[in-house]
């Protein structure tokens, strides 16, 4: 009997502390991004060449006064992120 009763006075210990302490936030998954270049764009932004093809936003001053944002192409000149896996081609098999 006393062991019911010690087991019921634990139980209600820790529901009542769960109902008092504040709930914990969930942290929101980090977004899964390929791989990066240093400019930022991704390897599908950049030609067989390597120079990016990407436009970037940047704000536009007038006399220190924001007047908005304008679109000029991306200063990267190579793509420097991790070499793509190649693609290769291959043939259907005769059944």
């Excluded at 007047?67 to 420097?80: A, S």
Aim: net charge negative; glycine share 12%; proline share 8%.
């Amino acid at each position: 009997m006393i062991e019911m009763l010690v087991g019921a006075l634990i139980f209600g210990t820790g529901l009542a502390v769960g109902r008092l302490l504040p709930r914990r936030e969930h942290k929101s998954k980090a977004v899964e991004t390929g791989p990066l270049c240093q400019c930022g764009h991704g390897a599908s932004f950049h030609d067989v060449e390597g120079r990016c093809r990407a436009g970037v936003e940047r704000a536009k001053w007038n006399n220190g006064a924001w007047v908005g944002n304008e679109l000029l192409p991306c200063e990267c000149q190579k793509y420097t992120g991790p070499e793509p896996l190649p693609s290769f081609y291959a043939p259907e098999l005769p059944e």
